[in-house]
């Protein structure tokens, strides 16, 4: 069976899961921390806000480090002195770029992360449909597994030497 209701500023519950629209705006108050214990629902619409501007904020730091990264290496001057200078550059350069790949594939995941909230999957294991736990997306708020179906996953990729 398959329940949906609307209810107030465009959150939805569908299947006793809480969807969280983009455009949903949410005042968490000052200091406000989700709570692991029962006093408060797993993934309620607040939950979802914390998350979700937590999500935006380490974003916004990724996109504003990628452009400062991009900044200096235009900046940089091209004609150095020495080779070994040159080769020092170079492999600052190939370092940059390669951070800079790295937030990208990042930003990838965070915006999977944000559209999970829209929809009303955020919080919930991919694998086993369980739920990831305040602490674990806390401490990654990308996490899409659970941390028994993450050590699976892990062991499985260990035994097949990947």
Known sequence: MNSSAALDNGITKDDGRYALPSTTQI?????????????????????????????????????????????NLRDE??????EAERATRETENSLELR???????????????????????YGYCEETDEEIGVERLDARPIATLSLDAQERYEHKRKQMGD
């Open 77 to 82: 001057v091209r004609d150095v002195g020495d």
């Open 99 to 121: 951070t800079r790949d790295r937030y990208r594939k990042l930003i990838s995941k965070i915006d999977k992360a944000l559209r999970r909230i829209e929809e009303g999957r």
């Open 27 to 71: 005042t968490l108050p000052k200091g406000y921390h989700p709570s692991s214990d029962k006093s408060e629902e797993y993934m309620s619409p607040r939950q979802l806000a914390y998350f979700r501007n937590k999500l935006r904020e380490w974003r916004n730091q990724l996109v504003e480090e990628s452009r400062q990264t991009m900044e």
